[in-house]
């Protein structure tokens, strides 16, 4: 499971890089992960 993340997490910072309006929807995801993250611990 936690791999797949990663591998979107990849894909979202190639997305990113070329189109800098994904900023937001690459920030509330990673944000909602480290949300996930936290609250697993």
């Known amino acids: 499971m936690k791999e797949k993340k990663w591998i979107k ?16 929807e690459y920030t509330h995801y990673l ?3 480290l949300h996930s993250i936290h609250r697993f611990r």
């Not at 997490?9 to 190639?14: H, I, R, S, V």
């Open 9 to 24: 997490t990849e894909q979202m910072l190639e997305a990113l890089k070329n189109d800098p309006d994904k900023e937001h």
């Open 31 to 33: 944000g909602s992960c």
